[in-house]
């Protein structure tokens, strides 16, 4: 793939946390090289407020990030995606709408933090250990050498980055 930006696509159900976070990380961290988008198959309208009140905290701007539906990414005017991960196991088990230009797919799924019942500590926890985790695998995506690699390659790496189970930064 030899592109001087690349659009990528976080899916997830309810678009309202792993999504998110992700796409608002890849955004910053990607250096103009990534536009990430996110968007859910049941989006839930509204961005959890503990995603919000994380990312404001580390200095995102989240004034204009919103849950919205898979379907305005599948039409013929959406932006053509070089990449789709799917974050979370309910996404990834459903049948996804035919995406233009056959991007490179791959699960790299996350524990859901608005699913954590407990105090609210241990819900913000839940929420720093997942953003965390989407923080190392953006990083190893990052280093991928996308000019080095063919699509075939760049599909495994992508898959191979979605098992990683290190949450280091």
């Given at each position: 793939?030899?592109?001087?930006?690349?659009n990528?696509?976080?899916?997830?159900?309810?678009?309202?946390?792993?999504?998110?976070?992700?796409?608002?990380?890849?955004?910053?961290?990607?250096?103009?090289?990534?536009?990430?988008?996110?968007?859910?198959?049941?989006?839930?309208?509204?961005?959890?407020?503990?995603?919000?009140?994380?990312?404001?905290s580390?200095?995102?701007?989240t004034?204009d990030?919103?849950?919205?539906?898979?379907?305005?990414?599948?039409?013929?005017?959406?932006?053509?995606?070089?990449?789709?991960?799917?974050?979370?196991?309910?996404?990834?088990?459903?049948?996804?709408?035919?995406?233009?230009?056959?991007?490179?797919?791959?699960?790299?799924?996350?524990?859901?933090?608005?699913?954590?019942?407990?105090?609210?500590?241990?819900?913000?926890?839940?929420?720093?250990?997942?953003?965390?985790q989407?923080?190392?695998?953006?990083q190893?995506?990052?280093?991928?050498?996308?000019?080095?690699?063919?699509?075939m390659?760049?599909?495994?790496?992508?898959?191979?980055?979605?098992?990683?189970?290190?949450?280091?930064?």
């Open positions: 793939m030899h592109h001087t930006s690349y990528v696509l976080f899916i997830c159900t309810g678009n309202s946390a792993r999504s998110i976070i992700a796409e608002t990380l890849l955004n910053r961290l990607g250096n103009g090289r990534f536009h990430a988008f996110s968007a859910g198959s049941h989006p839930r309208g509204q961005v959890d407020p503990m995603a919000l009140e994380l990312l404001e580390l200095g995102y701007t004034r990030l919103c849950s919205k539906s898979w379907d305005e990414f599948a039409g013929a005017d959406a932006p053509k995606m070089d990449f789709i991960f799917t974050v979370c196991d309910k996404a990834a088990g459903e049948a996804c709408p035919a995406w233009p230009g056959q991007p490179i797919t791959a699960h790299w799924g996350f524990p859901d933090p608005v699913a954590v019942q407990g105090s609210p500590a241990q819900k913000q926890k839940a929420f720093y250990d997942t953003l965390m989407i923080t190392h695998r953006i190893l995506f990052l280093s991928l050498n996308m000019d080095d690699l063919d699509a390659s760049l599909q495994h790496a992508v898959r191979d980055i979605g098992r990683s189970t290190g949450n280091q930064i």
